[in-house]
């Protein structure tokens, strides 16, 4: 029975991935409202009345001085039929006449002026540029906070890195699901990645390298790259496995053997030797990932330590993504500082900002199977990612890596749709109360 | 422009001393705060109403009480609906950013019942809504309102709906026709509910400011993507008697997404930072449009479709949602998300002190100690899950502040971890005394060993290392 339903979800979640893939556009049947002449009573409480029950009624609330609060109002009107709202200062002007028809005001958009602009980062590089990319990719470069269109556009789209593991890691079932076949080939998977699910960039988690793992050599470690550069023509994340001393062994000679090809190290630490992490960066002409633990000060502080190796368009930064339900406030927050004080001119926080968003995964809401009235976990897992996604894409994140083919298919939509601008046809939704869904 | 819009100080340039200089400056305590200067602290940081001080509320201060409420009400209307004792507050937000301060009043999210669905749909709708519940961090997360749709456009059937909802539940409504009878009829069945009523637009803003006004409810302004209109509206409605307002620059979905949070986000500005009072009402987004789009496609996509906008309407400023989906998997992450945003910045989030258990621990299981600041126990808590670690973790109160912090500043000591252990009753659940503890509270093992007489193992400073660590350093004897 449970495997006939988990059958079902997976069916499901394939239709749905479909579905995403083929948006069409849907005429709307245009119903015009009719409106009648209405007749209605005039109601013979006039604006001072309701504002001075409003008074009374606020007043009331308080448990004493109720005697005092009515010798404020002079009025002589028994109390208020209605509980009214306490908004007081907010009632209408009582000299004003009722209007007749719309009082017409104008609307002033209200834009600001930015000292500051968060860097522009250029990631891969073509034969022309001595890399061996189909394409690069830029991101950065705001003038306004995210999707402020009114202010400004959008520079560069932000871009999605989907992630390749080079060794079995533990999934969650409705990610794992996607990429099975491929699991035991980081090319394939990579390859998978680019074509069936519109990867701009892939991320290469070199986990096996961790010495508690399978404590892969840096030799081997760059042959793997090696492979995904060739299956792919996209451009790479080099991922580390988080020990600091290994990661930089890895780097250094994935630098080396990637020469040229603007990869993206992720990432250099406070615990690390950043001398010898950004001076292979330097040599070989890649970007580094300059990752803190939610925290702005640590932030500015690690970039400024990379200032003396290497200029502001080779750094990204990354404050840490947590999932949805497990600190994505923080997250959120960090991020939409960081970006809003780059903006006002904080140099220190002028970079590009990457986030995790696989990290969404650690929730137990997002693999868990839970209680039937939460829905299959198939759908509530790539939905976990993409709400954090979404909610980081708007306080300002230019690069995401995730996982779920779902996920990355409406990012990548949602971001579409943010970046073209104004296209709102306002007759779309006119009559949605009376849609029949 | 309005005569209104004179620039008001915002939240965080108003200090408690510009406060103070208003109060009567008695000392009086009859608020319950030390003095007046306290008090003031406290109505700057929105911790008490204003209506605490006896004082203010005698006759001869009630020019000073204006004063002091025009300064201290927010920059967004707070607007109530339902009536008592069953009311939601939607808006009142001090802040644009929820860093500047903190969010006040969580998005309500209302579920669609339309007169046209047949009663069976209507009641499960309403059970749903109303049984919805998730435990997250001591909260239980819910849903809010009902609206109701008439896609009849008949009044008899649509009176004849919401008779039937307001009597089948309590939660605050929203009634939703843009024809002026049918929404009449809807609120004569229920004349003293309160609804939030959807909508006055270009066309028919005085019949429905009248029935706001004669019904005493909140009423929703309507004007898609035409931010001049809204405005125009806003304060065509206001000077026509209408008290309280809700605003919909229209939520248009797909390729109107950068013109709907562009909207949203100008509004919120123009109100918060700019003092705009016609803007400076609740907003309300409805998510539920989602379903309008690809008509064809599959229910799945369209509650895929609506709960990724709904999200993105969180997060830009929405104070009121409307939804059509009930599937647990689309409503699940927008609650939790509401949650994460409107939680008080300015305060660490906690958890239960106390023991966890993790797996199937035994007598030579490790125990280890953490602080109680939610984000640093889950963490610590997904690690030892996803590595499938049996073992004792003690939460030790650290008043919700991290390792680090809580080390350094004293909320967690030596003495206050070994309390921990013995509220814990962990000596009776290990045969061993070894106490794993993580990295950063290194300074204290001296200590704790000497208030515990346990044995302190120094842990890493980074709880995804403990697999690790308990491969390399774990024994339960010396």
């Not at chain 1, 007749?39 to 005697?67: C, K, M, P, V």
């Not at chain 1, 330590?305 to 080779?314: A, G, S, T, V």
């Not at chain 1, 002028?350 to 650690?362: E, I, K, L, R, V």
């Not at chain 2, 009449?184 to 006055?200: D, F, V």
Request: aromatic share 6%; hydrophobic share 40%.
């Amino acid at each position: 029975m449970r495997k006939l339903a988990e059958k079902k979800s997976e069916e499901e979640i394939q239709d749905l991935l479909r579905s995403l893939t083929d948006f069409q556009e849907v005429e709307l049947e245009d119903v015009e409202i009719d409106i009648e002449d209405l007749e209605i009573l005039l109601h013979s409480g006039s604006s001072r009345d309701l504002a001075l029950h409003g008074l009374l009624h606020f007043l009331n609330t308080a448990e004493a001085g109720i005697a005092s609060a009515k010798s404020i109002i002079t009025g002589k009107r028994s109390p208020p039929r209605f509980a009214t709202s306490t908004r007081v200062a907010r009632a209408p002007p009582t000299a004003l006449a009722k209007p007749t028809s719309i009082l017409k005001v104008d609307f002033a958009v209200p834009t600001e002026e930015y000292l500051g602009q968060v860097a522009e980062v250029t990631l891969g590089a073509t034969k022309s540029e001595g890399g061996s990319r189909g394409k690069t990719i830029t991101i950065g470069g705001e003038k306004a906070p995210a999707f402020y269109l009114f202010e400004s556009p959008t520079p560069h789209k932000p871009a999605i890195s989907l992630d390749v593991f080079d060794t079995h890691v533990p999934l969650a079932k409705p990610v794992k699901m996607h990429v099975a076949e491929v699991m035991d080939d980081p090319a394939a998977w990579a390859k998978l990645a680019v074509d069936k699910y519109e990867a701009d960039m892939i991320t290469l988690h070199l986990i096996s390298i961790d010495p508690l793992i399978k404590d892969t050599s840096p030799a081997e470690a760059a042959k793997t790259v090696e492979n995904v550069l060739q299956a792919v023509d996209v451009p790479l994340i080099i991922g580390g496995c988080g020990d600091p001393k290994k990661d930089l062994e890895v780097f250094e000679k994935v630098a080396e053997i990637g020469a040229g090809e603007r990869f993206m190290l992720s990432s250099v630490t406070q615990d690390m030797d950043i001398e010898r992490a950004c001076t292979a960066a330097k040599k070989h002409g890649h970007v580094v990932l300059s990752f803190t633990p939610m925290d702005l000060n640590q932030a500015r502080q690690l970039n400024r330590r990379i200032y003396d190796f290497l200029p502001k368009n080779q750094i990204v930064m990354d404050t840490t993504t947590a999932a949805l339900g497990y600190g994505l406030d923080y997250a959120f927050t960090i991020m939409e500082r960081a970006r809003l004080a780059a903006l006002m001119g904080d140099p220190e926080l002028q970079h590009p900002m990457s986030s995790g968003t696989t990290n969404a995964w650690a929730a137990r809401e997002a693999w868990k199977k839970m209680e039937p009235e939460w829905g299959p976990r198939e759908f509530r897992g790539p939905m976990w990612e993409t709400v954090t996604a979404i909610t980081l894409l708007l306080a300002g994140v230019d690069l995401f890596m995730m996982m779920h083919p779902a996920a990355v298919k409406t990012l990548k939509k949602t971001i579409e749709y943010l970046t073209k601008g104004s296209s709102g046809d306002p007759e779309k939704i006119a009559n949605w109360v009376t849609a029949k869904l | 422009m309005s005569t209104r819009e004179v620039k008001k100080r915002s939240i965080k340039e108003i200090s408690p001393i510009d406060v103070y200089m208003l109060l009567p400056k008695t000392n009086c305590k009859e608020c319950g705060e030390e003095n007046c200067m306290a008090f003031a602290t406290k109505l700057v940081n929105r911790e008490i109403p204003l209506s605490q001080c006896k004082p203010l509320l005698k006759k001869e201060n009630e020019n000073v009480f204006k004063q002091l409420w025009e300064m201290l009400k927010p920059p967004i209307e707070e607007v109530e609906v339902g009536s008592e004792p069953n009311i939601i507050k939607i808006g009142g937000k001090y802040v644009m950013y929820r860093h500047e301060f903190t969010y006040t009043n969580p998005t309500a999210i209302a579920i669609d019942i339309t007169d046209e669905m047949p009663d069976e749909e209507v009641f499960s709708r309403l059970k749903t809504t109303e049984n919805f519940n998730y435990i997250y961090i001591g909260q239980t997360l819910k849903l809010n309102m009902i609206s109701i749709r008439s896609t009849s456009g008949n009044p008899e059937t649509f009176k004849a709906t919401v008779k039937k909802v307001a009597e089948n539940t309590k939660l605050p409504l929203v009634l939703c026709s843009f024809d002026p009878p049918v929404l009449e009829a809807g609120l004569m069945a229920t004349p003293k509910a309160r609804p939030l009523l959807y909508a006055a637009t270009k066309d028919n803003w005085k019949d429905m400011a009248e029935l706001a006004i004669m019904y005493n409810c909140p009423l929703t302004v309507f004007a898609p993507n035409d931010l001049k209109l809204l405005r125009s509206l806003s304060k065509t409605v206001s000077q026509y008697g209408v008290k309280s307002l809700v605003l919909d620059p229209g939520t248009i979905p797909g390729d109107g997404l950068a013109d709907t949070i562009g909207n949203f986000t100008m509004i919120r500005r123009s109100a918060t930072k700019r003092g705009d009072e016609l803007l400076g009402h609740p907003l309300i987004g409805t998510p539920i449009t989602a379903w309008l789009e690809n008509a064809d496609s599959p229910p799945e996509l369209k509650n895929w479709n609506e709960a990724h906008l709904a999200a993105t309407l969180i997060n830009r400023y929405a104070d009121i949602l409307i939804m059509h989906s009930v599937e647990g998997w689309a409503l699940l992450p927008n609650v939790v998300l509401r949650e994460n945003i409107y939680t008080d910045p300015r305060k660490p989030v906690a958890v239960e002190p106390g023991l966890r258990t993790f797996g199937t621990p035994n007598q030579d299981s490790p125990v280890m100690f953490t602080t109680n600041f939610a984000l640093t126990f889950y963490t610590v808590a997904s690690d030892l899950e996803s590595a499938g670690i049996d073992s004792y973790l003690i939460v030790v109160d650290s008043e919700g502040i991290a390792v680090d912090c809580a080390v350094a500043g004293r909320k967690i000591t030596a003495d206050k971890v070994a309390e921990a252990i013995r509220e814990a009753k962990v000596e009776e659940k290990v045969k061993h005394r070894r106490l794993i503890i993580p990295g950063k509270a290194a300074r204290l093992s001296g200590e704790i060993e000497e208030s515990s007489k346990w044995e302190v193992l120094v842990g890493p400073r980074d709880s995804s290392d403990i697999p690790k660590f308990l491969k390399e350093k774990w024994t339960t004897t010396t």
